[in-house]
């Protein structure tokens, strides 16, 4: 600001921003001059799927004053930002976010924080970091004399008291966790769309039944919807895994149903399969927002659906980790009835591509 600024005295007073010893505003400024003007030399490059052009950037040798300023503020912290990832990516542990090519970053805001418990916000950034104080962990820092699981007996690391304990498995755990993200995806579809001919059936309280009219099967997705009008059907199916195992989730649900979307082609209707993921710890996989948005949810319904699946996932795992060497009982929790009930069955719409 002092060596840019349009008095001719204060440009020349040559006056220096005294900082810390860590960092230094002078050569930082340097390093992000000299990438802001590599980047004009490079000029535009495409950003993802979009062509060239569709997100313009102001140019440095053409910005002025406050603007030009502004570009030097935001490469700095694009910088520093850089340097975290690049650090973060380097820990085993630590920065196993940094390898979820498959999900959504989740955003946070200050209304959320406020009313979020303490141990909710503490459990969320311990999980992902996976610093809470598992057997593994507390073996590691020589707090524990073994690093079993209290149920198995195999190594208890978060992952796999979360998402991988056969002890759990057998008693329900892992079940009633599917069941409660499972129940909040329905309902937020079921209050989002209404006044449709397409009938959604929901694997909830009883076994669901595949529509004999489709095709004989013994398999059981997790939702059918069916339009008898337009022959359509579409089969969804949630899983709620490690976030590390999101990609593989979906090509094993992918693979597992490509036998009956098969024989409902052959039938004559026409199938979407669509597996679902949303992460233990309450990350959605891109599935998510793909399917809901299939299904016409959009703008504040959108984020509102989302927000509540991503907590119920969240808030399951907890309880899971809260449990995870007693016997197991979701009643503390308690049952809030919803929209759905045993034989749950609805009316929604199904939008094309």
């Known amino acids: 600001m002092y060596r840019d600024s349009r008095d001719i005295k204060v440009t020349a007073a040559g006056i220096l921003v005294k900082t810390g010893r860590k960092w230094q505003a002078q050569e930082a400024v340097t390093k992000a001059e000299v990438r802001l003007r590599h980047k004009t030399l490079v000029g535009s490059v495409a950003t993802g799927r979009a062509g060239f052009g569709c997100f313009p950037r102001p140019r440095y040798d053409l910005a002025r004053g406050k603007e030009r300023r502004r570009l030097i503020q935001d490469e700095i912290r694009a910088e520093v930002e850089e340097e975290r990832y690049t650090k973060m990516a380097g820990m085993s542990k630590q920065g196993a976010w940094t390898r979820w090519e498959q999900v959504d970053p989740r955003r946070i805001t200050w209304a959320e924080l406020w009313k979020a418990e303490p141990f909710r916000i503490k459990f969320l950034v311990q999980s992902i ?24 007996q195999k190594r208890g690391t978060l992952e796999h008291i979360l998402s991988s304990c056969s002890k759990a498995l057998g008693e329900g755990r892992y079940h009633w966790c599917h069941d409660r993200v499972l129940k909040v995806l329905a ?10 001919k397409t009938q959604l059936q929901v694997d909830i309280g009883r076994q669901l039944k595949f529509p004999g009219n489709i095709t004989a099967t013994s398999f059981r997705p997790d939702m059918v919807l069916t339009s008898e009008f337009t022959k359509q059907v579409v089969i969804l199916e949630l899983t709620v895994p490690w976030e590390d195992r999101i990609e593989e989730a979906h090509k094993r649900k992918m693979a597992k149903y490509a036998e009956l979307s098969s024989e409902c082609w052959n ?20 599935s998510l ?19 509540n699946i991503l907590e119920a996932a969240e808030r399951a795992s907890r309880w899971l980790w809260i449990r995870r060497g007693d016997p197991w009982s979701d009643r503390p ?14 009316r929604v719409r199904v939008y094309e591509d």
Do not use: M
């Not at 020589?142 to 149920?151: F, I, M, R, V, W």
């Not at 309902?187 to 449709?196: F, L, N, R, V």
């Not at 004559?268 to 990350?283: D, L, S």
């Open 129 to 152: 970091y996976d610093v809470l104080p598992s057997p593994a962990n507390l073996h590691i820092w020589g707090l524990a004399d073994t690093p079993e699981c209290k149920l198995c």
């Open 187 to 196: 309902d937020s579809i079921c209050t989002a769309i209404q006044h449709s």
């Open 267 to 286: 039938n004559g209707w026409k199938v979407r399969c669509e597996p679902v993921e949303v992460g233990c710890r309450g990350f959605a996989g891109h």
């Open 289 to 307: 927002l793909r399917t809901l948005k299939l299904l016409g949810v959009r703008g504040l319904l959108l984020r509102k659906a989302t927000r």
């Open 333 to 346: 929790l308690g049952h809030k009835r919803g929209l759905i009930t045993p034989g749950w069955v609805a």
